[in-house]
Nanobody, 122 residues
């Protein structure tokens, strides 16, 4: 089992920045590729970003490329999402996800966090 707990959400003005954190506990964190998803009100959950087990490979949705940066610290068992130049359309609940394996495929997420709310005001 892997437990994932997100933090860092909140209310921010458009153009501002937030840094989300996801703390993992349980099984070996470095065995998992990690990802971030989001779900806006009335919409389906969508992929935001992911990172390989080593941190050497990152993946981004086109909508956040150039604005968001995913990183991880395997010693601290944490993954981060630095969000810059935030837009009102980034408003959503952001979820941390873990997929067993060295590379992210998105085909079989094994664990989810409960989410943290990000609200971007215009």
């Amino acid at each position: 089992q892997v437990q994932l707990v997100e933090s860092g959400g909140g209310l921010v003005q458009a153009g501002g920045s937030l840094r989300l954190s996801c703390a993992a506990s349980g099984r070996t964190f470095s065995d998992y590729a990690m990802g971030w998803f989001r779900q806006a009100p009335g919409k389906e959950r969508e992929f935001v970003a992911a990172i390989s087990w080593s941190g050497g490979i990152t993946y981004y949705a086109d909508s956040v490329k150039g604005r968001f940066t995913i990183s991880r610290d395997n010693v601290k068992k944490a993954v981060y999402l630095q969000m810059n130049s935030l837009k009102p359309e980034d408003t959503a609940v952001y979820y941390c996800a873990a997929e067993y394996g060295s590379l992210w495929t998105g085909n079989s997420v094994d664990y989810w966090g409960k989410g943290t709310l990000v609200t971007v005001s215009s």
